[in-house]
């Protein structure tokens, strides 16, 4: 007998499957989430490589814009 799943975690599962099959359409849904989302449905909805990626990417722009106005 199987388990049977809630819809929430159906939702998840099925949410995950899609991000590993489609990850170029899940970075797009990402950032349209996270324009009228939370920061968590943005970071949840993309890999941690990415997510490293962009915070990464955000130090290394305030480490220059600070050298830039000094």
């Known amino acids: 007998m199987?388990?049977?799943?809630?819809?929430?975690?159906?939702?998840?599962?099925?949410?995950?499957?899609?991000?590993?099959?489609?990850?170029?359409?899940?970075?797009?849904?990402?950032?349209?989430?996270?324009?009228?989302g939370s920061l968590f449905d943005l970071v949840g909805s993309m890999s941690w490589k990415v997510t490293g990626l962009i915070i990464l990417f955000l130090i290394i722009g305030f480490i220059v814009a600070a050298f830039l106005l000094n």
Do not use: H, M, T, V
Request: proline share 3%; glycine share 8%.
């Open 2 to 36: 199987g388990e049977k799943k809630s819809p929430e975690q159906e939702r998840e599962s099925l949410k995950q499957k899609e991000a590993k099959e489609n990850s170029a359409g899940n970075l797009n849904d990402a950032f349209q989430r996270g324009s009228s």
